[in-house]
């Protein structure tokens, strides 16, 4: 070891310079492990204790092998101050925080309970605890509301919804197979809702198959009769592809009255006959009524009614004889045309017997008067020159004066007054009688 002051070599175990007499001030080997013991006393002091760790007591062993070539070297007056100075400083400051808690925590202890400062440090205990519940619940209830909105979520996609969102999107891009099969999961989840029925129909609209799509509806409407839902939908569908006379078929056989009533706008009745069908031997007249109004067109040749058809103003007479029939349709104010009600009529007018002439054949003198019988509707027409009488004859209006001078043929017909039918001929014959020689 080597003096401070004049450099001489002061041998082992002196403590006064041989040379300049100046005393040897010694220093204690430096150990970093103190250190570390000292920050966990320290700490443990403030409140903050932990343990040491065996790694930090290893590192610390390390290190003051590598420093123990200069751990120990003699100080200058300065420096040996400085580090009085800065322990004193240390011990000062550890030795005034330590009063402090203590103070503070026997100010606390020695507090009345029924002091305000008590009170006060109480309260904002609560506070703080208060607070801490606050978080801790927040924190609950935002766990619980995650979980409630993934299960949502899931629910919901697997829901009636969520499926028909699936499907719609997977119907818009052409995909008709994986949107089929959403559909059909939709039908399975509920088969009361339209939606689904809808969209598979959707399916064959786009791909221009009308008579599958129909058969989705119908198909459905067999389990579902009730369905009124269903059968707006069905109704849409005709709309859409302007089938408004297949609306009143497929109502035609409904007799739910609540669906009905939801489809009221549709319905339309088909006419009414005021004349039952039949045979009649008179000109009959027939009006055609309907329930749900509207327009009514008909035809009498037995063929199909349209809008084209002759449209219903007034009473159909009958007076032809033959057999009519007369098949109508109703038009309601949306425009659906209803079923065709039809019905036949047969009129046969009857025809009269041959109308009684007098006097009877035979030979007379002179003049005689032909009497003809002519029942209520009928007029008689006559011939006196053998040729058989028509419309065009001489109309009977009173007995008729026959003078025989010769041979006098009498023809007489009866012609029905409402359909002109002539009944069978009437004939007499009457010669002048020979005089007596």
């Known amino acids: 070891?080597?003096?401070?002051?004049?450099?001489?070599?002061?041998?082992?175990?002196?403590?006064?310079?041989?040379?300049?007499?100046?005393?040897?001030?010694?220093?204690?080997?430096?150990?970093?492990?103190?250190?570390?013991?000292?920050?966990?006393?320290?700490?443990?002091?403030?409140?903050?204790?932990?343990?040491?760790?065996?790694?930090d007591v290893r590192r610390q062993r390390q290190m003051s092998q590598t420093q123990s070539v200069r751990s120990t070297r003699v100080l200058n007056e300065n420096e040996m101050e400085r580090l009085r100075e800065a322990r004193r400083e240390n011990l000062r400051r550890s030795k005034e925080q330590q009063n402090r808690r203590q103070a503070e925590r026997q100010q606390t202890g020695n507090l009345r309970?029924?002091?305000?400062?008590?009170?006060?440090?109480?309260?904002?205990?609560?506070?703080?605890?208060?607070?801490?519940?606050?978080?801790?619940?927040?924190?609950?209830?935002?766990?619980?509301?995650?979980?409630?909105s993934v299960g949502i979520y899931v629910i919901y996609q697997n829901s009636y919804t969520g499926v028909m969102k699936k499907g719609m999107s997977a119907l818009q891009e052409d995909n008709y197979e994986v949107a089929q099969k959403y559909f059909d999961r939709a039908v399975i989840k509920d088969k009361s809702r339209p939606e689904a029925y809808k969209g598979l129909a959707d399916i064959y609209v786009d791909q221009g198959d009308l008579d599958s799509a129909e058969s989705v509806?119908?198909?459905?409407?067999?389990?579902?009769?009730?369905?009124?839902?269903?059968?707006?939908?069905?109704?849409?569908f005709y709309v859409k592809n302007d089938e408004l006379d297949k609306i009143s078929v497929l109502l035609e056989d409904c007799d739910d009255s609540k669906v009905l009533k939801a489809v009221k706008k549709y319905v339309s009745t088909a006419p009414e006959f005021s004349l039952k069908e039949g045979s009649y031997t008179e000109v009959q007249q027939v009006s055609l009524s309907s329930e749900t109004g509207?327009?009514?067109?008909?035809?009498?040749?037995?063929?199909?009614?349209?809008?084209?058809?002759?449209?219903?103003?007034?009473?159909?007479?009958?007076?032809?004889?033959?057999?009519?029939?007369?098949?109508?349709i109703a038009v309601n104010k949306a425009g659906v045309p209803s079923v065709v009600a039809s019905a036949k009529y047969t009129i046969a007018f009857p025809v009269a017997d041959a109308p009684a002439v007098s006097p009877s054949t035979g030979a007379y003198s002179g003049t005689i008067q032909v009497t003809v019988t002519v029942p209520d509707g009928y007029t008689a027409y006559y011939t006196t020159d053998g040729s058989v009488p028509d419309a065009g004859a001489t109309k009977y209006t009173a007995p008729v004066d026959l003078r025989l001078d010769a041979k006098v043929t009498f023809n007489v017909v009866l012609i029905n007054n409402q359909n002109g039918k002539a009944t069978a001929m009437t004939s007499k014959t009457y010669i002048p009688k020979p005089s007596a020689e």
Do not use: W
């Open 1 to 55: 070891m080597k003096c401070v002051h004049c450099g001489a070599n002061i041998p082992d175990g002196q403590l006064i310079c041989p040379r300049c007499n100046a005393e040897v001030q010694m220093v204690p080997d430096y150990n970093p492990l103190d250190d570390v013991l000292a920050r966990e006393v320290k700490g443990s002091v403030e409140g903050a204790t932990r343990q040491i760790r065996t790694d």
């Open 113 to 148: 309970k029924d002091s305000p400062e008590y009170r006060r440090i109480q309260q904002m205990k609560r506070r703080e605890a208060a607070k801490k519940k606050r978080r801790n619940l927040l924190l609950v209830l935002f766990l619980i509301v995650c979980l409630i």
């Open 217 to 236: 509806y119908l198909t459905a409407l067999e389990t579902q009769p009730s369905n009124e839902k269903l059968y707006e939908a069905v109704i849409d």
């Open 294 to 328: 509207g327009d009514i067109y008909y035809t009498t040749d037995g063929s199909e009614p349209t809008t084209a058809s002759q449209k219903y103003s007034e009473a159909i007479l009958l007076q032809e004889e033959g057999v009519t029939e007369i098949r109508a």
